[in-house]
Every structure is written in C-alpha cells, then in structure tokens.
C-alpha cells in the first residue's frame, strides 16, 4: 500500500510540473532570450514576427503568436519601480511589462482565471491599447487585496527612476485597473501571495508614456519572450525556419526555441519510468 502512495505521489507531482511548464511557456512554443534574465532586443523581435508571418502566408495560416515585453527594470534609462496606493500606505515593488494587444486571446486560455474586468467591446489586451484604457493596467487578485482595491476605478501609484543625463528622476503616475487575474498563460499572476503575482501588465504606449523621455520609441524597447501556438508536427518546421532566418542575419544563439511537446515528452519518460519501479517493487514485496 505505501508503494503505492509512492508512485501516486510522485505520478501527481511530475504532473504538476508539467502543467508548470505549459503555463510558464504559454503555449507549445516559446521563445525567449538566449538564457535566463537575458531579453531580446527590439530588432530581434521584429526579425523573430517577420519569419513568423512568413511561415504564416507560406501555408501554416493556422498559427497565431504573441509577445511579452520585458520588465520596466531591464529597459534602457529604467529602474526601481513601485506600485502603492495613493497615501503609500501599502507599496510594493512589481515587474511592469507591456504585452501585445492580443495577448490573452493568443496564449493557452485555460490558464487565464478573471476575478474582474472591465466591461468593454474590446479584448482585455486590446482594451489596453484604446484610449480608454491607455492609463490602466491588468494586475493580479493578489496584488488588489494587498493594495485594498475595491473597485477598478479605484486609482494607484506608479513610481519609477529614470536616467537622466548623470542623474535619476522619479516619474510618478496614477493607474487604474483594467482588470484582475487570478491566473495567466505566461506570465505569473496569483489569486493568493502577491509576490507570486507581482507583474502589472500595460501597453507598450503606456509604457514609454511613463517613462517620460526615457524611452524615446518602441523600437528601444526590449522583450521577453514569444508564445506561438501551433500544432505539434508543425513547431519543428517553424523551429528551423526561424533559426535560419536569424542565422541570416548575424544572429545565431541570439534565442532559446522551447517546444513544450519535447519537454512533455521527458517528463512522461520519468512517470513511465517511476511506474515501472514502483510496480516491480511491489510484484518483490508480494
């Protein structure tokens, strides 16, 4: 009986982690900077949704990808930020990024858990990048409760340091919500613990907006990863075609292409594995 709870246990666990993997990448495929912390600057992201419009018009026009931008702290100029509530109350430092207008609709959708949003004709994402919602931003549940946030309208403070000439200044600004998440594809939002959900999503024009001069355009902004969703005989093809393509263009080893089916794949070895053992220890026992 206990060799059995064993390999149950360890069965649920690698599960767990594979369902991890499969949120964190947001999708089958993801592509992210050459190692961990490492971003992609502008002109590989534009290289990287060229090749995959290619792919697209070549014949696969069943794919559909999205973008993350980096965090506030890794953009040129841009360091330090803080989110409270307007008295500073309550303050806490988050991860900003920007994301594409059609994030949410793109990426894996069974890992994205409202607690409320905005009640608009537009794509969460989208409602961002309209005039409405250009000075609101999505957080998690978590975030709200730890902040007290009753409402969405109900305003915070966004707070960050920026370069200037030799010097730092402090570029402060209202928000509101757009909406609260307790879970999404790709990028860690909590219903719970705030540091687990610790991201405050805008649009990339919010983004430059706050950083008042710092970034000058979106072409100094850097990214973090690509979620592309295709078929699993289809991430190979895609996988080599944009390899080439940046290959061709100086920049071989500039990204990591991670295939979820592979890493699902080695991970189901290892339950297969550990239930083979747990079933020949327990055929020895009897």
Not at 43 to 54: M, P, V
């Amino acid at each position: 009986g206990f060799l059995i709870f064993l390999s149950v246990t360890a069965s649920i666990q690698i599960e767990s982690v594979i369902f991890q993997f499969e949120r964190w990448y947001g999708g089958p495929m993801n592509i992210r900077g050459p190692t961990r912390g490492e971003r992609m600057p502008y002109t590989t992201a534009a290289l990287i949704d060229q090749s995959l419009q290619e792919v697209k018009d070549a014949g696969m026009s069943n794919i559909a990808w999205t973008w993350s931008g980096a965090d506030l702290d890794d953009q040129d100029n841009l360091d330090n930020a803080t989110v409270s509530t307007v008295g500073r109350y309550k303050e806490f430092n988050p991860r900003i990024i920007a994301v594409a207008p059609n994030y949410w609709e793109t990426a894996l959708r069974k890992y994205y858990i409202e607690d409320k949003i905005v009640d608009a004709s537009w794509p969460l994402a989208e409602y961002l990048y309209s005039a409405e919602g250009s000075a609101r931003a999505v957080i998690s549940t978590a975030m709200k409760k730890y902040l007290g946030l009753v409402a969405l309208s109900d305003a915070f403070m966004l707070v960050l340091d920026r370069a200037v000439d030799n010097s730092t200044v402090e570029a402060r600004g209202l928000a509101q919500s757009a909406g609260w998440l307790d879970s999404s594809p790709g990028i860690s939002f909590s219903k719970f613990e705030p540091a687990m959900g610790s991201y405050i999503v805008v649009s990339a024009p919010d983004l430059i907006n706050r950083a008042e001069g710092s970034i000058v355009s979106a072409e100094r902004l850097t990214f973090d990863e690509f979620i592309i969703m295709a078929t699993e005989s289809q991430i190979p093809i895609i996988e080599r075609y944009v390899a080439a393509r940046l290959a061709e263009n100086g920049l071989s080893g500039s990204v990591s292409i991670r295939n979820f089916y592979t890493v699902r794949e080695s991970l189901q070895v290892a339950v297969d594995v550990l239930n083979i053992f747990f079933t020949f220890a327990q055929v020895m026992a009897t």
